[in-house]
């Protein structure tokens, strides 16, 4: 009896201190630092979003939430790339899918391969593959699209449009039309904020699909199309041109700031990637119902993308919690809680398509038919150098109007940079 007493005891002893140990485990499962930009109006929303679903699932995991202002990493990539050189990487980080990933990070032997991760899960198959290979280096995968972006898109106030008779353009000629009467009526026709100098740089990378079409456009990036094509030099005079109804100060205003003068009815027409979808819903708008939207006049039938997406650096702190994150954002679950906030769409194929309002279903529509091309201003398509220096040339050009130095500036950082 007393045997069986202390035997029970002991037992008692071993369940109470199996579930101390446990239990500290789990308060010690820590943290994982995910690095972003992303604290503009509808990111910080859908970033936060996403956080609290991985909360669900890993309630003892603490996500330390990195961010470095800045509309398309002006500021965190070079905060980034100081701490992945410097052998201080975050747990995963926003990197764009392209060139940006694979040049910067992964051909440099920066990041780990996570294509057994996606087997695993079950997900390879379920991304749109052309996504999901702007990841891939040397049949190997370095990170999870978490979405898809557009930025040959155009957004108007349609109560401005309307009040000034002018109606959505069909082509570059009606677009210049319409710039020209809100112009004269005293409304500001397109709004800009280029301070970081990538939006005028994506407004130019979008007139060059006008005018070199989708296989002209992505040409430039595999060697068929040569950098002195006279399509080029088109989409600066297009640049040139409607550069002449943007707001005075641009060059003082952030993206938001430009999205915001339209949304605030000083503006008719505003060109942004669709981030400004979720910001326009973040002030209250409706997408239908305030504003409205259409391709970049003769970008129709090609969707520029971007993707964001997140994977794991070597040498990562804490590297079980960073695959914890990379599941959340690869399910559908992640990707229809974020999206559908962020004003993207998601990179899974088979997401929930209700979840998402008339512009993003627009744009499903669209992403599946349309030629897709990558985004210059991005990161995606050509090597930083280049970006950096066609940043510089548009900015050049925006005070010059030099279109033949412009024209031949980008003949020079082509070659320099990516032939
Ligand atoms: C892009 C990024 C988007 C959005 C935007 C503005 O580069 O892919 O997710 O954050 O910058 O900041």
Redesign the pocket.
Known sequence: MLFKKSMLLSILLMVALLFVSSFSAMAQDGEVEIFS??T?GG?EEGLNALIELFNEDYPDVEVINATVA????SNAKAVLKTRMVGGNPPDSF?V?GGAELVNTYVETGMMEPITGLLEEWGVKDKFNQQILEMSSYEGEYYSVPV?V?RSNIMFYNKAVLEENNVEPPTDLASFKEALAKLDEAGVVPLSLGDTNK?PATQIFESLLVSTLGPEGYNGLWNGNTAADDPAIREALVHFDDIMQYVNEDHSALT?QDATQIMQEGEAGFNIM?D?AEGYMKTLGWTPGEEFGWMPVPESEGTFIV???TFGLPKGAPNPENAEKWLKTIASVEGQDTFNPI?G?IPARLDADKSKYDPYLTSAMEDFAEDTLSPSI???SAAPEGFITALNDTINEFITTGDVDAAFENFQDNHEEYVQ
């Open positions: 930009w992303w503009g990111e800045g509309g398309a990493g926003q764009h979405n972006h990538w993206w990637g981030w971007i993707t964001d962020k993207s201003a991005h990161g």
